[in-house]
């Protein structure tokens, strides 16, 4: 199988070095796709050149390309039997009349909540969406998507072995939609550190809460990437993940990432059906179910539960079922499948 990645224009390379959503999973589809014996080409100028020589990189984009070209037969000359794109391609009218010249299936990934799709852009058969969640499905169902853990990798992150970790890490955007405040205020609960990692998004939000950012128990690491970054996953205790009451989470890459080192997760949830609920199980972590009309101190101390739970689950258990859950090879082949 010849598989097309495609990357599309973005501030983030691929992979990036650090934070990045759709750009990891490529990359994760990528390293999956060759882990499962297809021939892999990365698609587009956005790849990094430091990937070895062993990458077939094609320096071209289809929505930049005319259908009948010299280009575009080259690229069907090719024989692709998929491609693998970011959520917005399948809708881009430019990329699919040269898509549809390659005669070729198309799988993408929804992170996120809010992009609208063409009315035809999916067929559950030749074009195939994938979601995260029952709540990201029921958005997206009138293009008939199919539930997937999604798979996310930065390059040199592999995992060490699992060891008991020491302190609490938070890890992602820095926003209101992302909510570590609440982390924040749980790990103050239980007398806990806690680690903050991430580019910051939103300053006014930061001073909003500057009171409980500045307290001596949270600790602000900054944005990382690679092996520094595999190894605040490795290292903590637990891994604890917050959002907004109204916020949808699509990708959630920070499931995967904290599973495979073997770091059990305590999640805060607002409602049912989310990617927290579907990413995480008794064994891997524990989900909070806070009452969104409840104030931010109830929440906090309903998640402080949670990490208290999360905090006597096994690392060595814990990485096992997310190297089996969280698989790049396993996800490129529910991708390659068409569903029956």
């Known amino acids: 199988m010849l598989v097309g990645i495609c990357d599309f224009p973005s501030s983030y390379t691929f992979p990036p070095v650090g934070y990045g959503g759709i750009e990891r999973w490529l990359w994760a589809v990528a390293e999956g796709a060759r882990a499962a014996g297809a021939d892999v080409h990365l698609l ?24 009948g070209t010299r280009t575009t037969r080259e690229l069907r000359a090719a024989g692709y039997d998929l491609l693998v794109v970011g959520h917005e391609y399948p809708s881009h009218p ?7 010249e390659l ?24 074009s195939r969406l994938y979601c995260y969640s029952p709540e990201m499905a029921a958005l997206y169902a009138m293009h008939a998507p199919v539930l997937e853990h999604a798979v996310h990798l930065g390059v040199g992150e592999a995992e060490p072995a699992a060891v008991p970790g ?23 609960l239980l007398g806990r550190r806690i680690s903050i990692v991430g580019p910051v998004f939103d300053t006014a939000y930061l001073r909003r809460h500057q009171a409980l950012f500045s307290t001596d128990h949270v600790t602000w690491v900054g944005e990382l990437g690679g092996a520094v970054k595999t190894a605040v996953f490795s290292n903590a205790a637990a891994f604890v993940y917050t959002c907004s009451r109204t916020y949808v989470e699509a990708g959630a890459a920070v499931f995967g990432e904290s599973l495979r080192a073997g770091t059990p997760v305590a ?29 931010d101190e109830a929440a906090a101390r309903v998640l402080a539960v949670a990490i208290e739970q999360a905090l006597m689950l096994d690392a060595p258990a814990v990485q096992e079922i997310g190297f089996q859950r969280f698989d790049p090879a396993r996800h490129f082949r529910a991708l390659a499948a068409e569903p029956c």
């Open 44 to 67: 587009g100028p956005g790849w990094r050149t430091d990937l070895g020589a062993d990458w077939a990189l094609r320096r071209v984009r289809l929505e930049d390309r005319q259908p």
């Open 94 to 100: 430019q990329w699919r009349q040269v898509w549809d």
């Open 103 to 126: 005669d070729c299936d198309v799988a993408t990934f929804q992170h996120s909540p809010v992009f609208q799709h063409a009315v035809d852009a999916f067929d559950g058969r030749r």
């Open 166 to 188: 020491r302190d609490l890490l938070w890890l992602g955007r820095i926003d209101e939609e992302k909510a570590p405040h609440l982390a924040v205020r749980a790990a103050e």
């Open 267 to 295: 999640a805060l949830c607002w409602r049912e059906g989310t990617c927290a609920e579907v990413a995480i199980c008794d064994a891997t972590g524990a989900a909070a179910y806070a009452d969104p009309d409840s104030d």
